[in-house]
């Protein structure tokens, strides 16, 4: 992760975690659109290398793979 992208890159992975939570699939086109982020694919890429997120087959749904581990204590 590079230091100009990580604010955003941390932002999502708590937006999409948070809502794994709760079971909720992100829309990518909003979340992209409340979040600008640069290098988008890549940061997609290295979460999904990391199992913290998935994406549809389209690309149009984003899913947290770490719902449990995202929940309270």
């Given at each position: 992760m590079r230091e100009d992208s990580s604010e955003e890159w941390l932002e999502v992975l708590l937006v999409v975690s948070y809502a794994g939570m709760?079971?909720?699939?992100?829309?990518?086109t909003k979340l992209y659109?409340?979040?600008?982020?640069?290098?988008?694919r890549r940061?997609?890429?290295?979460?999904e290398q990391?199992?913290?997120l998935?994406?549809?087959?389209d690309n149009k749904?984003?899913?947290?793979?770490?719902?449990?581990?995202?929940r309270k204590r």
């Open positions: 709760y079971g909720i699939e992100i829309d990518a659109y409340s979040i600008p982020v640069k290098n988008k940061m997609v890429f290295l979460f990391e199992y913290l998935k994406t549809s087959t749904k984003i899913n947290s793979l770490h719902a449990l581990r995202a």
